[in-house]
C-alpha cells in the first residue's frame, strides 16, 4: 500500500496531447480518488485558472475567476496523507524560476514531487503554434510569426511566449529545482504516423495509470487541427470581427463553433508545415536541445530523437498559408457558410419550440392565478364554524 504523498505536476508543453490527458483525468477523477489517485478539479479548467492565477497571467478577463484558485488547489493536495496527486496544464510551462519556486514549495516539503513534461519536435510545434495564436484572435501572417520567434531578443509578445512554453531545456531548468533527476519525467510525442493510440500509452506508463480502471467513454481526443486554407480563413475572418467583438463572444462563436466544430472537421486540406526557409534553423536548434537533455539522466518516455527534425521533411511539398490561392480558401468559406445556415436553422426551431413552452407556461400561470381568489375564499370559509357547513352542503350538491 502507498504511503506518503507524491504529486505529479505536468507542466506543459502545449499542442502535445495536453487536452486529451486532462480530458481523461477529469471525466474519470472520482473513479481515480478511490484507487488513489486525486485529479482536484470542481471544473474542467480548474487547474488552467490555477495556473492563471499563480503566473498572474491576463486572459481576455478569465483571470478575474482565478484569483485563489492556485493557493487553493495547493491546500488540497497537501490534505493528501497518502495517495498520487496529479496536477496538469500546459500554460505552466511559461512560469518564471521564482513561481515555479512559489508553486513546488506550497505543494508541501514532505511531497514527493515529479515533474512532468510532455514534448514534440519544433517542425510540429512551430506551426501548431502559429495556427492556436489564430485561433486566440490573432491577425499575424505565417511570415510574421516566424521572424518574430526568430529574434534574438526574444522582446516582442509572440517570440516571448512561444519560447517560454516551448524551449525545452529553459523550462526543466526553471521547473526541476532540487529534484532528482530521476524524478523529472519527459514523455515525447510520437512521430507522424504512429498507432493513435501511442500517446496516451506513454502518459499511462509515466503517471502510473497502466493498472487502473478508466472509462474513455465520451473523451474528446483533444484539441483539433486546422489544414492550411481554413487557418488562412480564420485569419481572415479575425481582421474583421475582432476588432468588433468581445473575447467573451469569440470564444464560443469563433474559435469553438467556427475553428473547431466547422474548419476542422474538413480533414482533407494540406496540413500547415514548417517553411523550408527556417528548416536549417530548427534542425541545428533541436539538435542542440536533444544533446543537452541528454547527459541530465532525466526518465524518457519514448526517446530524444523523436524531437529531432524528421529526415525526410525538406521533401515534402510547403504550402504557404499568407499565399494560398483564393480558390481553396473561398471552399473553405463556402463549407462555413453551410455550417452558419445549418446552425441558425437548428436555432431557428429550437426558438420556436422554446416560444411554445414559453405559451404553454404562460397559460399555466393564468389559470392558477384565476384559482387564487377561490382558493382565499375557500380557506375563509374553512376557518368559520358556519363556513365548514356551507362548504359541506356545497359539496353534497356537487356529487
Same mark, same amino acid.
Do not use: C
Given at each position: 500500500m502507498e504511503?506518503?504523498?507524491?504529486?505529479?505536476?505536468?507542466?506543459?508543453?502545449?499542442?502535445?496531447?495536453?487536452?486529451? *490527458?486532462?480530458?481523461?483525468?477529469?471525466?474519470?477523477?472520482?473513479?481515480?480518488?478511490?484507487?488513489?489517485?486525486?485529479?482536484?478539479?470542481? !471544473?474542467?479548467? &480548474?487547474?488552467?485558472?490555477?495556473?492563471?492565477?499563480?503566473?498572474?497571467?491576463?486572459? =481576455?478577463?478569465?483571470?478575474?475567476?482565478?484569483? =485563489?484558485?492556485?493557493?487553493?488547489? &495547493?491546500?488540497?493536495?497537501?490534505?493528501?496523507?497518502?495517495?498520487?496527486?496529479?496536477?496538469?496544464?500546459?500554460? *505552466?510551462?511559461? &512560469?518564471?524560476?521564482?513561481?515555479?519556486?512559489?508553486?513546488?514549495?506550497?505543494?508541501?516539503?514532505?511531497?514527493?514531487?515529479?515533474?512532468?513534461?510532455?514534448? !514534440?519536435?519544433?517542425?510540429?510545434?512551430?506551426?501548431a503554434e502559429w495556427q492556436e495564436n489564430v485561433k486566440h484572435r490573432s491577425v499575424v501572417t505565417y511570415a510574421e510569426f516566424l521572424e518574430e520567434i526568430r529574434d534574438p531578443a526574444r522582446e516582442g509578445r509572440i517570440g516571448s511566449w512561444f519560447w517560454g512554453v516551448q524551449e525545452l531545456p529553459d523550462i526543466l531548468d526553471r521547473w526541476t529545482q532540487g529534484i532528482a533527476p530521476e524524478r523529472v519525467h519527459l514523455i515525447t510525442v510520437p512521430p507522424p504516423g504512429s498507432s493513435s493510440s501511442l500517446l496516451w500509452e506513454r502518459f499511462s506508463t509515466a503517471f502510473g495509470l497502466d493498472d487502473l480502471t478508466i472509462d474513455f467513454d465520451g473523451i474528446d481526443r483533444g484539441n483539433p487541427s486546422l489544414g492550411v486554407p481554413e487557418a488562412a480563413l480564420l485569419r481572415e475572418v479575425n481582421l474583421a470581427v475582432v476588432p468588433v467583438l468581445e473575447p467573451a463572444d469569440y470564444r464560443p462563436f469563433v474559435r469553438e463553433f467556427l475553428a473547431h466544430r466547422t474548419l476542422a472537421k474538413r480533414r482533407d486540406s494540406a496540413r500547415l508545415a514548417l517553411s523550408p526557409s527556417i528548416l536549417p534553423w530548427v534542425e541545428s536548434l533541436s539538435e542542440s536541445w536533444v544533446k543537452a537533455l541528454s547527459g541530465r539522466g532525466y526518465d524518457v518516455v519514448g526517446g530524444l530523437e523523436e524531437l529531432l527534425v524528421p529526415a525526410d521533411l525538406a521533401d515534402k511539398p510547403f504550402i504557404d498559408p499568407d499565399t494560398i490561392s483564393s480558390r481553396e480558401v473561398l471552399d473553405a468559406g463556402v463549407a462555413t457558410i453551410d455550417a452558419l445556415l445549418q446552425e441558425a436553422i437548428r436555432l431557428r426551431k429550437s426558438e420556436a419550440r422554446l416560444e411554445d413552452e414559453v405559451?404553454?407556461?404562460? &397559460?399555466?400561470?393564468?389559470?392558477?392565478?384565476s384559482l387564487v381568489p377561490k382558493q382565499r375564499a375557500r380557506e375563509g370559509l374553512e376557518r368559520r364554524w358556519w363556513g365548514r357547513a356551507v362548504l359541506k352542503v356545497y359539496r353534497l350538491v356537487r356529487r
Open positions: 504511503t506518503g504523498r507524491r504529486v505529479l505536476l505536468h507542466v506543459g508543453t502545449p499542442k502535445t496531447g495536453t487536452s486529451y *490527458l486532462q480530458d481523461v483525468l477529469f471525466h474519470n477523477r472520482e473513479s481515480l480518488a478511490g484507487q488513489g489517485v486525486h485529479y482536484f478539479a470542481d !471544473r474542467f479548467d &480548474a487547474h488552467f485558472l490555477a495556473a492563471l492565477d499563480l503566473m498572474d497571467l491576463p486572459w =481576455g478577463g478569465i483571470e478575474e475567476e482565478a484569483t =485563489g484558485a492556485w493557493d487553493t488547489l &495547493a491546500e488540497q493536495v497537501r490534505s493528501v496523507e497518502n495517495g498520487t496527486v496529479i496536477i496538469s496544464h500546459e500554460i *505552466l510551462a511559461s &512560469a518564471s524560476w521564482q513561481q515555479a519556486k512559489h508553486a513546488l514549495d506550497s505543494l508541501g516539503g514532505d511531497s514527493e514531487i515529479h515533474i512532468m513534461l510532455s514534448a !514534440r519536435d519544433l517542425a510540429r510545434q512551430i506551426p405559451g404553454e407556461l404562460r &397559460a399555466e400561470l393564468e389559470h392558477t392565478r
